[in-house]
């Protein structure tokens, strides 16, 4: 597996400022996700943290929107921009392992208000 | 794409009883399937996966089968306990790890 770290644990922000979150992990990682969890929903997929390039985002996401920066294979952030109270939710970052693997860490727990 | 669907949402079950939660996935091409334990306040867990060269697989009190035919594999959880309570995902994936799609969880309640 791996240990991975997200900064801030949580945060309360007001509408229409920008909030930065990091992803850091123990060792150097292929693969780097940023996925989006609404309250007592599912996970879903915003966007693959690709090293050296733009990130790969899913439909529905964008870059204007959900900016991702991934320096090196150990750390990763994405920005939640001009946000809103839909924003409000976790945002878990996760690892690739192997072929299929995933680990997530403790995730951001953001409440736009 | 991918479709996940899981049942039921809740569940609720006596400590020392067996729960069991299933899925279906809509891809024949999916081969990847875990199993995630998510705990208030935390990360989902990966707690155990299969592969679709394999049945059933068994990790102490934890198991999962699956069913490529029919394309729904589930996990059995015996002699529960009330650290068990959390919520579970489970997930297919048909390539690699950027594919995966999760079902919309169970919350699983285990009453001392």
């Known amino acids: 597996s791996a240990v991975i770290s997200q900064k801030p644990s949580r945060d309360i922000c007001q509408r229409g400022t920008s909030l930065t979150i990091q992803c850091q992990v123990d060792?150097?990682?292929?693969?780097m996700f940023w996925y989006r969890q609404q309250p007592g929903q599912s996970l879903t997929l915003i966007a693959t943290a690709n090293q050296g390039s733009e990130a790969t985002y899913e439909s529905g996401f964008v870059i204007d929107k959900f900016p991702i920066s991934r320096p090196n294979l150990t750390f990763s952030t994405l920005t939640v921009s001009n946000m809103s109270p839909e924003d409000s939710s976790i945002y878990l970052c996760?690892?690739?392992?192997?072929?299929?693997?995933?680990?997530f860490g403790p995730g951001t727990r953001l409440t736009v208000t | 794409g991918e479709n996940v669907e899981q049942h039921p949402s809740t569940l609720s079950v006596q400590e020392g009883d067996s729960a069991v939660i299933k899925c279906t996935y809509s891809?024949?091409?999916?081969?990847?399937f875990p199993w995630y334990k998510q705990e208030l306040g935390k990360g989902p867990q990966l707690i155990i996966d299969i592969r679709s060269n394999v049945g059933e697989k068994k990790d102490q009190r934890i198991a999962v089968t699956l069913n490529k035919t029919a394309k729904h594999f589930s996990l059995h959880i015996t002699e529960t306990q009330p650290e068990d309570s959390a919520v579970y995902f489970c997930?297919?994936?048909?390539?690699?790890?950027?594919?995966?799609?999760f079902g919309a969880g169970t919350r699983l309640t285990v009453k001392p």
């Open positions: 060792s150097q990682v292929t693969m």
């Open positions: 997930a297919a994936s048909i390539r690699n790890n950027n594919d995966m799609r």
């Open positions: 891809d024949s091409a999916s081969n990847y």
């Open positions: 996760s690892v690739g392992r192997g072929t299929y693997e995933q680990y």
